[in-house]
């Protein structure tokens, strides 16, 4: 199969191109009406708003004006006769983990203070989810209670994996008469509730819920083992196209086994939750892209599902696919080929569910390099003809850009060699996809001129603290480890970005794209099954093993350790790349403190940045008031920090911004004691 049918496949009707072709452009603009109706402000994924209330001028006098504590920090009990009521009374976190032991996990308790979700705004009220699965609506201008419900997603026993408690928002739907609001619990189901009351939608489903592992292969409910079981949930907020809702799936990441559980897309009902559609994510005989997967190993390999947000142009009716690395991440013995449709972005018409057009990013992959997070429609004007565009960031750091409507890439996309793995059995590919722009906007791959080198000293460390690693240009395969040996293959960016979920925000008013990134690594090793390990793998991951340490916590590599980087998407170029934070706990260290340093960054969370008429907004963890976490406020032009205020935890979920009886707020969710909480600042 040519290369360029792994790439891109577009099948756009000639009607649909007529119609497009003389009917005028549309404009993405973002959250309207002062509103928040989805988990990125719209289906576009812009995280912008054009209120304008806050800006510049007043940001440094923003105050919390209300604090709600996550729902989790309470005990649910069923009384005869009323239902489900939720008691807190004096109970300490132990004791609520005491109470109710159905929610433990291997022997530990839910995590609570991962309280990542965004919250929505519709209609004066905000809607979010905890990360038990728990829904909740909240009386946006005093943080007053609505409603709670809990499915109870801990009873059927099904661990949501490594990231076992990880919920990052909900879905609004209304037909006009009808409100309702969608979330993925981590036990596989789709629930639906009203959104007045948050009363299950009797007519939905089972009595408000959809059985999402209901006839997936190899998909078994009630395992508690989440290093060995087939396991599946939902993590991210389904998006509701029109009248369809499509959830996001997450599926094991780390396991011994070859055989997993495939992550289908899906389209349900809005209003009955019937099947309205499946894609195979991996594709079956004679489907486009089945061949990529030889030695029949789409019958039995897994994941290829997309655990993050989606985007959705609704005007075209399509939805924007980011599909993560198939099963195992990192080792791709048993499934050669370049895996079509792993580490793509498929456009589908969110109706039907029949394929417009895609794009593979890398081809069989072997460093979890799945797109991270709802790619960002936006319209530019390129070589002065007006597009409508959607734009994928990258753990990798790179950005590709793509028609939305027919998938022609904006700028040449080039195929350039990639080094080849020496592991028995593994087939790297020879050539991965290297946009020709807007450049990266975060270091890829390790050389020895990549290391620390504040001082000749501090040089000399680092190389020191590599010897035992592998290191090599982005897409350097993963190693063999090999006991006082070879310890694995140094890979940049990690397998967590570079850009991770929080994504990247769109200016609709000047095609600026604005992306928050971290200068990580990984370890990509490799070990053979362990004695006793019933598995059917022949290498898995290796967990556990020493690290690339440099001496009294130094930095291994360059800085900066955090950036924002604003890209002119009309032209591909940056404009402006800033630190996040100044990074004092580097530049305070007893062999730096003398040397006056920049700001080096390394100050932010994976809290992703809000938009807004005139300003960005992003949380970072130091500089505030005793040195605390803070949320800054940037010009948009120059990414010049103008003011900050504190806030009472650090941030976990991006920022939103909604108005009610005009005066404009600003929530997002935030670390606390003894449970995180939603906070909303405003203006005295």
């Not at 007053?144 to 928002?169: D, F, V």
């Not at 001082?455 to 190693?479: C, D, K």
């Not at 293959?489 to 994504?503: D, F, M, V, Y």
Request: charged letters at 20%; aromatic letters at 10%; glycine letters at 10%.
């Amino acid at each position: 199969m040519k290369r360029r049918w792994l790439r891109r496949f577009a099948v756009v009707s000639s009607s649909v191109a007529i119609a497009l072709a003389i009917d005028p452009l549309w404009a993405q603009q973002g959250a309207a009406g002062g509103e928040w109706r989805s988990y990125a402000g719209d289906l576009g994924a812009t995280k912008y708003s054009p209120l304008s209330q806050i800006d510049a001028r007043n940001f440094g006098t923003l105050r919390v004006v209300w604090r709600w504590q996550s729902a989790d920090r309470f005990l649910s009990r069923t009384i005869p006769g009323r239902g489900e009521v939720w008691a807190n009374a004096s109970l300490t976190f132990d004791q609520l983990n005491k109470a109710d032991p159905k929610r433990w996990r291997d022997g530990e308790p839910p995590t609570i203070t991962n309280f990542k979700a965004t919250p929505l705004m519709v209609g004066g009220r905000l809607y979010l989810n905890t990360p038990t699965s728990v829904g909740a609506a909240i009386d946006g201008k005093t943080g007053q209670t609505i409603w709670i419900y809990n499915p109870k997603s801990y009873e059927a026993g099904t661990t949501t994996m490594s990231a076992r408690w990880n919920q990052r928002g909900v879905a609004y739907w209304t037909d006009g008469s009808d409100e309702r609001i969608f979330w993925g619990t981590g036990d596989g189901y789709l629930v639906a509730v009203d959104a007045k009351t948050g009363v299950p939608v009797e007519s939905f489903g089972d009595r408000g819920r959809v059985d999402l592992m209901e006839g997936l292969p190899y998909a078994v409910r009630g395992s508690r083992d989440w290093l060995n079981a087939l396991t599946y949930s939902v993590q991210s907020p389904p998006i509701v196209v029109r009248n369809t809702v499509i959830t996001p799936a997450s599926i094991s990441s780390y396991n011994i086994l070859k055989e997993q559980i495939p992550g289908w897309a899906r389209g349900l009902d809005a209003r009955t939750g019937k099947l309205k559609w499946t894609f195979h994510t991996i594709p079956r005989p004679g489907e486009v892209g089945n061949e990529t997967w030889q030695d029949d190993s789409w019958s039995y390999t897994g994941k290829v599902s997309g655990w993050t947000t989606y985007s959705a142009d609704e005007k075209l009716g399509y939805v924007y696919l980011p599909l993560n690395t198939a099963a195992p991440d990192y080792y791709g013995g048993h499934r050669p080929g370049d895996n079509l449709f792993a580490e793509s972005l498929v456009c589908l018409d969110a109706e039907t569910g029949k394929r417009v057009w895609h794009y593979q990013f890398v081809h069989h992959g072997l460093w979890d390099y799945d797109p991270p997070a709802a790619p960002n429609l936006l319209d530019i004007t390129v070589n002065g003809r007006r597009l409508n565009a959607v734009a994928q960031v990258t753990k990798q750091g790179f950005v590709f850009t793509f028609d939305r409507v027919t998938g022609e890439p904006v700028w040449p996309i080039q195929e350039r060699p990639a080094p080849p793995s020496d592991v028995p059995g593994e087939h790297a590919a020879a050539t991965q996809p290297f946009p020709t722009r807007p450049a990266p906007f975060e270091y890829q791959g390790v050389t020895i001129d990549d290391l620390a080198d504040f001082t000749p000293e501090i040089r000399a460390m680092a190389v020191a603290a590599i010897r035992n690693f592998r290191i090599g240009p982005l897409y350097t395969p993963p190693s063999l480890f090999v006991p006082g040996g070879n310890q694995g293959t140094l890979g940049r960016p990690s397998a967590g970005g570079g850009a991770n979920w929080s994504g990247a925000a769109v200016d609709p008013d000047t095609g600026m794209l604005y992306v928050p990134s971290r200068n990580s690594m990984s370890i990509f090793r490799l070990e053979a099954p362990r004695p006793g390990q019933k598995g059917t793998l022949l290498y898995l991951e290796r967990r556990g093993g020493s690290m690339p340490r440099m001496p009294e916590s130094l930095p291994l590599f360059k800085p900066p350790y955090s950036r924002m980087t604003a890209i002119n998407m009309n032209t591909g170029e940056h404009v402006w790349m800033v630190p996040l934070g100044d990074g004092n706990g580097i530049r305070r260290h007893p062999m730096l403190k003398d040397l006056n340093l920049p700001a080096v960054g390394g100050d932010s969370t994976t809290s992703g940045p809000l938009l807004t008429k005139t300003l960005i907004v992003h949380a970072i963890t130091t500089g505030g008031t005793s040195n605390g976490p803070r949320l800054v406020a940037r010009d948009k032009a120059t990414g010049r920090d103008i003011a900050s205020v504190d806030l009472p935890g650090l941030a976990i979920g991006t920022p939103m911004t909604y108005m009610i009886d005009n005066k404009q707020y600003i929530a997002l969710t935030v670390a606390g004691e003894p449970a995180p909480e939603l906070v909303a600042l405003a203006l005295p």
